[in-house]
């Protein structure tokens, strides 16, 4: 028999070693989106002087009073100003609060001595959609006080919510001082924060870029513009109120778009209740009236209601390579319809790329269904018709498979090709079909 002899303290220190690695691992998992920000006010670490902000107060960046070897921000309040008395500051450019539980931060102050535990502030995280508050009390002066604020039941007085803080973000810390009543002191007006520490949320979608396939979470940044309403669902956009108002409209901004090299084209998918006039529009930035590219129908280029529909727009005879933003409309300047649903349309997969791989065709192939998807090995697809021909497009205009099975019923084998969203474009007779496959 043979015996195996291991030294107890080495399987100890290899238990623990895999104990670390998995504890990094956990850090690395819960940390891919949030990131842990501590904000120390001194030089090259702190926030702009651009962004301190006040109403009421006066803020700098300041020696602390407590140690010459260190920088605080300072808030030198206007006493019977009320809640109008406040300071803070923006939190630094690219960053956002999201989905924060907690904020801590040292404060020191000067002479609350003899009113410990009685003069408040409010701490509050304001955004373009509202805001969340906190009230604490100070302890008195003479030391440092950690104040740790929980903003995860941010609920009714002394806190207030006015947005949801599980999915707003968040881009100014403000420091309310008192209230309506007013300091003793001359002394009693200043505070002294540092040591800032808070974590971000979801980083920022960067800007949209093309094809707009509404399948990640940053696809929201295709807005509804001039009364209609979008919605994200099901890998599509949904849109209402086509007909609010003249010029109705979605967009969305983008880098410059180049016209200039091969034979450019837009295509866009469409379903609806009706029939419609699909116009698109290039333009740069919010400049919605000059230098602009626009591709207005004189009929309806929309005409299979009920059915998914690819329009395409040509744009083989444009060079321009400045065009930063796309909008799109329904029916401008047409009224509101009679029934609130003949307004509602789908889209999806606004596609920018080689003009002759995209679907030129006005009339869709009937019952066109593609399983499972996302697929994995194979992919199989059906349609109320004999299929001509069909060829698998990567989203850059690139062919990477293509069929003709003269078939209603066939499959591709998908398993050579790498992870992402492509588009399957059917030809049926006259009639074409594009639809999108995720693997």
């Given at each position: 028999m043979n015996y195996i002899f291991i030294n107890i303290a080495t399987l100890n220190l290899l238990y623990m070693k895999n104990l670390y690695f998995l504890f990094i691992a956990l850090l690395t998992v819960m940390f891919i989106n949030a990131q842990t920000t501590t904000i120390t006010f001194e030089d090259g670490t702190s926030v702009d002087s651009d962004d301190i902000v006040g109403g009421?107060?006066?803020?700098?960046?300041v020696v602390d009073p407590?140690?010459?070897?260190?920088?605080?921000l300072s808030i030198d309040y206007n006493p019977g100003s009320g809640w109008d008395n406040w300071g803070g500051f923006l939190i630094p450019e690219g960053a956002s609060l999201m989905k924060t539980d907690q904020i801590s931060f040292r404060i020191w102050t000067p002479d609350h001595g003899a009113n410990a535990?009685?003069?408040?502030?409010?701490?509050?995280?304001?955004?373009?959609?509202?805001?969340?508050?906190?009230?604490?009390?100070?302890?008195?002066a003479g030391a440092w006080q950690t104040i740790t604020l929980d903003f995860s039941t941010c609920v009714g007085s002394p806190g207030n919510c006015n947005v949801d803080n599980a999915s707003q973000?968040?881009?100014?810390?403000?420091?309310?001082?008192?209230?309506?009543?007013?300091?003793?002191?001359?002394?009693?007006?200043?505070?002294?924060?540092?040591?800032?520490?808070?974590?971000?949320?979801d980083a920022a979608c960067p800007t949209q870029t093309y094809p707009v396939t509404f399948t990640d979470t940053c696809s929201s940044q295709v807005a509804a513009a001039d009364g209609a309403a979008i919605s994200f669902a099901d890998g599509y956009a949904t849109v209402s109120n086509t007909n609010a108002q003249d010029w109705t409209n979605i967009q969305f901004d983008h880098a410059a778009l180049d016209l200039s090299s091969g034979t450019k084209g837009f295509s866009v998918r469409v379903k609806g209740p009706r029939a419609s006039k699909v116009f698109f529009k290039l333009q740069v930035g919010g400049n919605c009236c000059s230098n602009v590219i626009e591709r207005w129908p004189a009929e309806n280029n929309y005409t299979t209601p009920g059915q998914w529909q690819t329009i395409v727009y040509?744009?083989?005879?444009?060079?321009?390579?400045?065009?930063?933003?796309?909008?799109?409309?329904?029916?401008a300047q047409m009224a509101v319809s009679a029934d609130a649903a003949d307004d509602v349309f789908m889209i999806d997969d606004i596609t920018f790329g080689e003009f002759a791989s995209l679907s030129t065709s006005n009339v869709s192939i009937s019952d066109v269904s593609v399983y499972p998807n996302p697929a994995k090995d194979f992919v199989n697809i059906s349609a109320g018709e004999k299929i001509d021909s069909a060829t698998i497009y990567d989203l850059t205009g690139r062919i990477v498979k293509r069929s003709n099975p003269n078939k209603e019923i066939f499959n591709f084998n998908i398993s050579d090709l790498s992870n992402g969203v492509y588009l399957v474009k059917l030809n049926a007779g006259d009639k074409e079909s594009t639809v999108k496959l995720i693997k």
């Open positions: 009421g107060s006066t803020q700098a960046v407590t140690d010459a070897t260190n920088k605080v535990g009685t003069f408040g502030y409010l701490f509050k995280l304001e955004g373009s959609g509202g805001n969340v508050e906190q009230s604490f009390l100070v302890d008195g973000q968040f881009n100014k810390l403000v420091l309310h001082h008192w209230g309506g009543s007013n300091p003793s002191s001359s002394d009693d007006e200043i505070i002294y924060i540092d040591d800032l520490t808070y974590t971000t949320g040509d744009m083989t005879n444009e060079s321009a390579t400045d065009k930063t933003k796309t909008v799109i409309f329904f029916d």
